[in-house]
């Protein structure tokens, strides 16, 4: 049911910005244009397609205390044409910022999506407001995914160095597993007869990753899995790369060799070729010291150069491939697996 708008108090602030049920009437002229996530603004012709229509405007989205809209400029505009001098709208709490993650979240659902583009921007300003947030949860805003955020994460660098982060259930999660890992380990020790819960509070874990640790310390295993501890091995949290002069770390050839053997992979056009890229890829210290005294001094630079531009896209890809795997999987179990330094996103 709507009702005249007559400013009346706002609700508390919330972390999460909730809108309103309630309608009210605006007045056109009380409101402020958005801070739109679309970097080309709004699409005239859609507008004016809105304005023919006999059809009553859905109502728009105002950001109460700017008045700002958040979402629904193409039916303001709409309303304009119209000759209209109210609009309906639901009012929505919260700081200016959390505005702007709404609009982002709204107009990558209805019936305008944004473009690549305008997610990619708009993710790149939540990094910024929203450095605590966790790759899958900025990817769950913006409608890309958690290895194309954590690439963004680490292009934009410069930010607060955390060790935990927010995840989409507004949990703290530690940015390091490895270390999370670790932590409750310690408070195992230290309180044998801790819940779960409580493990996973000290700790700053999932009570599942705690029930996880505790199980692999009743069977005489490392609490940190083998995928954690290779990546602990490749770089530390600062992102600092270990020395890699040595052979590839222990175990990635076995790894390579039961994926061969998988007939998912082996069976199939792309299966065959995905190993065959990643088997020539996989240089021995060996093999690179004899590449290396083979390369003419006048292609050096050359070398090098493209070098970068295939290690640029592998680690692209293992991002995105990344971004494809289901939220605390490799978590458990005590298989061998590839290390997963490329993206810390949680």
Do not use: Y
């Not at 400013?7 to 739109?36: K, N, R, Y």
């Not at 992102?239 to 052979?247: F, M, P």
């Amino acid at each position: 049911m709507s009702e005249a708008w007559a400013g009346a108090e706002p609700q508390s602030p919330t972390d999460e910005p909730v809108v309103s049920q309630q309608t009210h009437l605006v007045p056109l002229d009380s409101l402020v244009a958005a801070d739109s996530p679309r970097l080309t603004g709004e699409v005239e012709e859609h507008a004016r397609t809105l304005a023919e229509s006999e059809a009553a405007l859905p109502p728009i989205v105002v950001h109460r205390p700017t008045m700002r809209v958040v979402d629904g400029m193409h039916r303001l505009r709409a309303a304009v044409l119209r000759g209209d001098d109210v609009i309906e709208a639901r009012f929505v709490e919260g700081s200016v910022q959390d505005a702007f993650v709404l609009a982002v979240k709204l107009n990558a659902e209805h019936g305008m999506p944004l473009s690549r583009q305008d997610r990619v921007a708009a993710a790149g300003r939540i990094l910024e407001s929203h450095p605590a947030w966790s790759d899958r949860r900025i990817a769950a805003v913006t409608g890309l995914s958690p290895g194309m955020v954590g690439s963004l994460r680490a292009r934009v660098g410069g930010g607060p160095q955390l060790a935990l982060r927010i995840g989409r259930d507004g949990r703290n999660r530690p940015v390091n597993g490895a270390a999370g890992r670790l932590a409750a380990s310690k408070v195992i020790a230290e309180s044998p007869n801790a819940s779960l819960r409580e493990i996973a509070s000290r700790a700053g874990i999932a009570v599942a990753t705690a029930r996880d640790v505790r199980r692999r310390i009743r069977l005489g295993q490392d609490p940190v899995t083998p995928r954690l501890a290779l990546s602990m091995k490749v770089g530390d949290d600062t992102g600092e790369r270990a020395d890699d002069s040595a052979t590839p770390p222990l175990g990635l050839e076995a790894v390579l060799a039961r994926m061969r053997r998988d007939p998912s992979l082996r069976m199939s056009q792309v299966g065959r070729t995905l190993l065959q890229l990643l088997r020539t890829h996989l240089l021995t210290a060996e093999q690179r010291k004899d590449l290396i005294d083979g390369i003419p001094a006048h292609r050096a630079a050359d070398v090098a150069q493209m070098a970068r531009l295939c290690a640029s896209r592998w680690l692209q890809f293992a991002r995105d491939v990344e971004g494809r795997l289901p939220a605390g999987e490799g978590a458990a179990g005590g298989q061998q697996q590839v290390p997963q330094h490329l993206s810390r996103g949680a």
